[in-house]
């Protein structure tokens, strides 16, 4: 069984920084692509970030682009999304998620983990 387990959240104030943290387990890690999505209030989940199994192609969310960068640590079953400069719009539920194949944002991803909130005040 795949478990995905999101860490990291919580109350930043508008320009600060924030990692999360996404622990895999149930399947081999490396041989995947990981990827970050994130669901506002009243709002539909939106694709943030992916990156390949090796980590060598990653995706971003135009809304993102410049202040989140992706990573992954294949010995520690671990991917990260690092948030700077974070704006009130970033406050949601951020989940991670997995998948054979590219990290991109329109294929469906098969286990998701059960998201960490993140709250951007002024």
């Known amino acids: 069984q795949v478990q995905l387990v999101e860490s990291g959240g919580g109350l930043v104030q508008a320009g600060g920084s924030l990692r999360l943290s996404c622990a895999a387990s149930?399947?081999?890690?490396?041989?995947?692509?990981m990827a970050w999505f994130r669901q506002a209030p009243g709002k539909e989940r939106e694709f943030v970030a992916g990156?390949?199994?090796?980590?060598?192609?990653?995706y971003f969310a135009d809304s993102v682009k410049g202040r989140f960068t992706i990573s992954r640590d294949n010995a520690k079953n671990t991917v990260y999304l690092q948030m700077n400069s974070l704006k009130l719009e970033d406050t949601a539920v951020y989940y991670c998620a997995t998948r054979p194949g590219p990290p991109d944002p329109f294929s469906e991803y098969d286990y998701w983990g059960q998201g960490t909130q993140v709250t951007v005040s002024s």
């Open positions: 149930g399947r081999t890690f490396s041989s995947y692509a």
């Open positions: 990156i390949s199994w090796s980590g060598g192609t990653t």
